[in-house]
C-alpha cells in the first residue's frame, strides 16, 4: 500500500471512531426541577441540591442535565410548564414545595416525581403511605403546615397581651383552608380573636397590611407559602413600618429583617430531594423509597427587628433560640 493511500485509510478511520462512539455513548438524563419560587428566591438552596446530586454520582452539566421551570409565583404557569418537561422526556421531576408538586402529580403517572412538600403528602393524595408510595412520587413532607400552636404560643411569649390575632394565607395555594381551619381552631382554645387576611400578589400583601393596621390587629400569623417566601423582604418592611410582630415559617424570613419564625430547615429538605433524585437516576423506584419526614426544628429571633418594634424579647426566649440575629 503507498503512503498516500495508507494515511487516506487512516485519516477516514479517525473520522469514523469518534462518530460511531458517539453513538455508542449513554444519552445523558435530564432532571426537570419544577418551583413556583424564583431562581434568585432559592439561590442558596439549589448548591445545596446539586452537592446532594453530586454525593450519589451526579454532576450537572458533566453527566446529568437539569431542565429548571420557574413560576415566579403565578401558579397558573405551572401546568403548562410541567407539560414542557414531559415533553423534553425528564427521567424525574423534582417538585418542591405543595403546589408544583400537585401539578406535577397530575401532569403525569409513570415519570417519577421527587417531591417537597408542606403538607401532609397523604392528604394530598400524592402517595397511599409514607413508608412505602405505591404510585409514581416520593420525597419529604417538611412539616410547614400544622405547626400553628408552637408558632402561636411562641408568638404570645413575646407579645403576652395579644388578644386579635391576624392570619395571612394565599388563596392560590392549596394549603390556604387546612391552614385556616388549624388557626382557627387553636385561637378558639386560647380565648383568642382571629382576622383572616389573603393576598396572592404584591400589591395584595401591601393593602393586607394596611388593613391589620387599620383594625388593630395585635399580632400576625404568616402561613406557609413559596409566593411569600419570594417577598420576605417586602414582609419585613411592611410589618416595621406597620408596627405588626408576626411570625414566619423557616429562617429566612428573619434572616431578610423580619421578626422571628418556627419551622423546619430549608437546606435540609434541599439536601433530601438531590438524594432521592440520585437514587432515581440509578435505577430506584419511587415505591422504594420511604417520604421523608422532617425532624429538625428552627426557632430563630430578629433580635434588632424586635428593638424596631419596641418589643423586649424575654431571656428565657432567647435562650431557647437556634439562631439569634443582631
Known amino acids: 500500500m503507498r503512503r498516500r493511500e495508507f494515511v487516506t485509510l487512516l485519516g477516514g478511520a479517525a473520522v469514523a471512531w469518534p462518530l460511531e462512539a458517539r453513538a455508542q455513548q449513554p444519552i445523558m438524563p435530564v432532571v426537570g426541577f419544577l418551583s413556583s419560587g424564583s431562581s434568585e428566591s432559592i439561590a442558596h438552596l439549589m448548591p445545596v441540591f446539586r452537592q446532594s446530586l453530586a454525593e450519589t454520582g451526579y454532576i450537572e ?8 421551570r420557574w413560576a415566579e409565583g403565578k401558579y397558573d404557569r405551572m401546568p403548562t410548564m410541567a407539560a414542557e418537561l414531559l415533553r423534553g422526556q425528564v427521567a424525574v ?7 408544583p408538586a400537585l401539578v406535577a402529580k397530575a401532569a403525569t403517572a409513570t415519570v417519577p416525581i421527587v417531591f417537597g ?6 392528604k394530598l393524595d400524592l402517595v397511599t403511605s409514607l413508608a412505602r408510595p405505591n404510585g ?4 419529604v413532607y417538611f412539616f410547614l403546615s400544622g405547626l400553628a400552636a408552637k408558632q402561636l404560643g411562641l408568638l ?17 395555594n392549596a394549603n390556604a383552608d387546612a391552614v385556616t381551619r388549624e388557626m382557627a381552631d387553636v385561637v378558639s382554645t386560647l380565648g383568642l380573636q382571629i382576622e383572616v387576611v389573603r393576598a396572592s400578589d404584591a400589591q395584595g400583601i401591601e393593602a393586607v397590611f394596611a388593613t391589620l393596621a387599620r383594625n388593630k390587629v395585635d399580632a400576625l400569623v404568616v402561613g406557609a407559602d413559596p409566593f411569600f417566601f419570594f417577598r420576605r423582604i417586602q ?34 429538605v434541599f439536601r433530601q430531594l438531590g438524594i432521592y433524585t440520585g437514587r432515581i437516576l440509578k435505577g430506584a423506584k419511587p415505591t422504594d423509597l420511604p417520604v421523608v ?4 426544628f428552627d426557632f430563630v429571633i430578629n433580635l434588632t427587628t424586635a428593638r424596631a418594634l419596641g418589643i423586649e424579647v424575654p431571656p428565657t426566649l432567647l435562650a431557647r433560640a437556634d439562631e439569634v440575629i443582631e
Not at 160 to 168: K, V, Y
Open 61 to 68: 452539566g458533566r453527566n446529568v442535565a437539569i431542565e429548571y
Open 93 to 99: 421531576i423534582v417538585a418542591s414545595p405543595t403546589p
Open 117 to 122: 412538600v408542606t403538607d401532609d403528602p397523604i
Open 136 to 139: 409514581n412520587a416520593t420525597g
Open 156 to 172: 404570645r411569649e413575646l407579645v403576652p397581651a395579644i388578644s386579635r390575632i391576624g392570619l395571612l394565607v394565599n388563596p392560590e
Open 235 to 268: 414582609f419585613a418592611t411592611l410589618a416595621t413600618r406597620h408596627a405588626i410582630p408576626a411570625v414566619y415559617t423557616v429562617r429566612e424570613y428573619p434572616q431578610a429583617g423580619c421578626l422571628m419564625s418556627y419551622g423546619t430547615s430549608l437546606p435540609e
Open 293 to 296: 419526614q422532617s425532624t429538625k
